[in-house]
């Protein structure tokens, strides 16, 4: 009776991990972080401009490499997301930021991931001449379903592009 609890109870975790069971992910991704942090200066200060720099970096930043990092957000209701009408009020909210980060000492530096434009398009976008890709890793992690089991892994690229604001 004990040995059939037993295989009632790791047959069917085994066989749901067996597809993933081999799966290494996110390597690389700690590297990426040390060379992201190595990227910052004292007085530096993060503003996070388009989604993915949004949603992945701050905690990264201000956690693991000790840089103040903000997140600068337009609402829809004042542009739509990939427009001229939104990068023109991003580019207006990003010099509002700059110049009080100046005002307090520190020095702007914006951060891109992609989203709706490349990382180094949204930076040029907003005025950086010269974008600098900082780390970039591709690697995969666990796949993201929400209705059935996951049978492998989703290749992500980990990307950090900086600049001075302008």
């Known amino acids: 009776m004990g040995a059939a609890g037993v295989v009632l109870l790791l047959v069917p975790a085994a066989l749901a991990t067996a597809p993933l069971a081999g799966q290494r992910t996110e390597r690389g991704e700690l590297a990426a972080v ?8 004292e007085g530096d200060v993060a503003l996070a401009v388009d989604p993915r720099s949004r949603n992945e970096w701050p905690q990264v930043l201000r956690g ?8 600068i957000v337009v609402p829809t209701a004042q542009g739509r997301p ?20 100046r005002d307090a ?4 530096v914006l951060v891109a991931a992609g989203g709706d434009l490349a990382a180094a398009d949204t930076l040029r976008a907003l005025g950086v001449e010269e974008p600098t890709t900082v780390t970039r890793v591709r690697t995969s ?3 993201r379903v ?13 990307e950090l592009v900086t600049g001075v604001a302008p």
């Open 146 to 158: 929400l209705t059935e089991r996951p049978d492998g892994g989703q290749a992500i690229t980990v």
């Open 64 to 71: 693991t490499c000790s840089v103040p990092t903000a997140s």
């Open 34 to 41: 040390a060379e992201a942090c190595a990227s910052f200066q």
């Open 141 to 143: 992690e666990d796949e």
């Open 105 to 108: 000492g520190g020095r702007p």
């Open 82 to 101: 990939g427009t001229q009408e939104y990068l023109d009020v991003l580019r207006a909210a990003v010099q509002r930021q700059a110049e009080r980060v």
